[in-house]
């Protein structure tokens, strides 16, 4: 088992940075790649970034590449997905997620990959 809990969603005006966190617990972390996904009102799903267990690889959704970075700390058992330069368009609520088997499906974004997910946060982009 493990368990993901997010933190550091909030309301922040268009070109403002907010930084979100995610803390796991219950199996090594740094055995596991982990992906962060987002949820409009209304929308599906839809990938974010990922990293690999090591960090040493990432991937990003073409809507967010240059403005998102996507780290963890397999010390302090995080991943963190930093956010800049936000647009109303990134208001959804987050989630963090973790692929224990490492597949390289799951670092190119398919959501059906990930054992585990969290509670989400929410983040709220206003224009």
């Known amino acids: 088992q493990v368990q993901l809990v997010e933190s550091g969603g909030g309301l922040v005006q268009a070109g403002g940075s907010l930084r979100l966190s995610c803390a796991a617990s219950?199996?090594?972390?740094?055995?596991?790649?982990m992906g962060w996904f987002r949820q409009a009102p209304g929308k599906e799903r839809e990938f974010v970034a990922a990293?690999?267990?090591?960090?040493?690889?990432?991937n990003y959704a073409d809507s967010v590449k240059g403005r998102f970075t996507i780290s963890r700390d397999n010390a302090k058992n995080t991943v963190y997905l930093q956010m800049n330069s936000l647009k109303p368009e990134d208001t959804a609520v987050y989630y963090c997620?973790?692929?224990?088997?490492?597949?390289?499906?799951?670092?190119?974004?398919?959501?059906?990959?990930?054992?585990?997910w969290g509670q989400g946060t929410q983040v709220t982009v206003s224009s």
């Open positions: 997620a973790a692929d224990l088997q490492n597949t390289v499906k799951g670092l190119l974004g398919a959501a059906r990959e990930y054992d585990y």
């Open positions: 219950g199996r090594t972390f740094s055995n596991y790649n």
């Open positions: 990293i690999r267990w090591s960090g040493g690889s990432t």
